[in-house]
């Protein structure tokens, strides 16, 4: 079982990392953070302001800024943008500071989950087809490069992927202690079927 500090998910834009992350947040008394949100809060901006009025590369500067911030906490279930590990400092920290589960989704899910989301910056284009294929075969390895586990969302209904990914995270991570319940432990147990990263 592996022990970090916290557990970040990590994946494409619409593979419930928010939705399933709250869930399993409160499932097992930890704080949630979603770092796009985080960001908001700290700049008063919406993302795609930022991404108006700084481009790309400022976000990821601020989104780097932020993880770093985060992540020295614990006791968190951190739901990261889909863009956070092209960077390789950021895939080195998340690695280093939590347990990784690497939410994956199809094109056909995300086109579904994401189809009346307008506040996607990337998906502005007049091809969201293409922009999520392009996406995926950046992204994909580098997903797998820093995940500890990968669980695939697409089949499953919000309240369903929750509870199989909370088994999942029970048999895989240990999380830290909690201070206010010092006798608290995991307890560990069959897991649905994982793709275990070593």
Known sequence: MHSAPNLVLVGPMGAGKSSIGRRIAAR?????????????????????????????????ARE????????????????????????????????????????????DTQLTRLARDRTRPLLAGDNPVEVLRRLAAE????????AHLRFDTGPHACNEATAQLGHLIE???QPPADPADPDASVVASAGAASSPVP
């Open 139 to 146: 992204r994909a390895p580098l997903y797998a490069e820093c």
């Open 28 to 60: 097992f008394g930890l704080a949630f953070v979603d770092i796009d949100q985080e960001i908001e809060q700290r700049t008063g901006a919406r993302i795609s302001m930022i991404f108006e009025c700084e481009g790309e590369a400022g976000f990821r």
């Open 171 to 173: 048999t895989h991570w």
């Open 64 to 107: 780097r800024a932020t993880l770093a911030d985060i992540l020295v906490g614990s006791r968190q279930v951190i739901a990261t943008g889909g863009g956070a590990v092209l960077d390789p400092g950021n895939r080195s920290l998340l690695r280093a500071r939590g347990f990784v589960v690497h939410m994956h989704a199809d094109i």
